[in-house]
T-cell receptor, first 112, second 114 residues
Framework: GDSVTQMEGPVTLSEEAFLTINCTYT??????LFWYVQYPGEGLQLLLKATKADDKGSNKGFEATYRKETTSFHLEKGSVQVSDSAVYFC???????????FGKGTRLHILP | EPEVTQTPSHQVTQMGQEVILRCVPI?????FYWYRQILGQKVEFLVS????????KSEIFDDQFSVERPDGSNFTLKIRSTKLEDSAMYFC????????????FGEGSWLTVV
């Protein structure tokens, strides 16, 4: 079945460092891809999405490009801030059923 | 911006008790979901609901779980006889269109079974 694999955390970076969180997926057809973020004590918030190959989703300085050839949707940010500390979930929805499938999440710690 | 709201934010219940978690989805959405996240683990799909019936459910969603849309705005998850392993964050979600559309999540209801 469909699945999402993302890099294990925790990831610890200094403020202003470059961030990459890897995400790859397995799906039949043409899934839509998402990154959700969960800040401490809060729920899941949509960070960005891409619905077709070569689309780039972006929000709050984060970017991810839908790469069909490598089945990837890596999350990047050029200069992270302490406030970016959170758990990041890569996810997909398919055209075959109703649910969203999440990766295991990557905890990100940004040090001042 | 419209949002999914959930109550209660935190509930502690004794094993064997019934629990009802409530959700108000975004008003023009047609598809409703419950997910759960056991502490430190991944977010898992429980059930999807459309047109007043369950459209899909996972193997986690056994006979002790049920969902209902009692009126035009609320969407509830009932756990009939809670077990210790039901302790988790339960997320309600909704979307306007199924299959590929963005799903919007509430802030979650944290259930602790003791």
């Amino acid at each position: 079945g469909d699945s999402v694999t993302q890099m294990e955390g925790p990831v610890t970076l200094s403020e202003e460092a470059f961030l990459t969180i890897n995400c790859t997926y397995t799906a039949t057809g043409y899934p839509s891809l998402f990154w959700y973020v969960q800040y401490p004590g809060e729920g899941l918030q949509l960070l960005l999405k891409a619905t077709k190959a070569d689309d780039k989703g972006s929000n709050k300085g984060f970017e991810a490009t839908y790469r069909k050839e490598t089945t990837s949707f890596h999350l990047e940010k050029g200069s992270v801030q302490v406030s970016d500390s959170a758990v990041y979930f890569c996810a997909l929805t398919s055209n075959r059923d109703d649910k969203i499938i999440f990766g295991k999440g990557t905890r990100l710690h940004i040090l001042p | 911006e419209p949002e999914v709201t959930q109550t209660p934010s935190h509930q502690v219940t004794q094993m064997g008790q019934e629990v009802i978690l409530r959700c108000v989805p975004i008003s023009n959405h047609l598809y409703f979901y419950w997910y759960r996240q056991i502490l430190g683990q991944k977010v898992e799909f429980l059930v999807s609901f459309y047109n007043n019936e369950i459209s899909e459910k996972s193997e986690i969603f056994d006979d002790q779980f049920s969902v209902e849309r009692p009126d035009g705005s609320n969407f509830t998850l009932k756990i009939r006889s809670t077990k210790l392993e039901d302790s988790a964050m339960y997320f309600c979600a909704s979307s306007n269109v199924a299959r590929g559309d963005t799903i919007y999540f509430g802030e979650g209801s944290w259930l602790t079974v003791v």
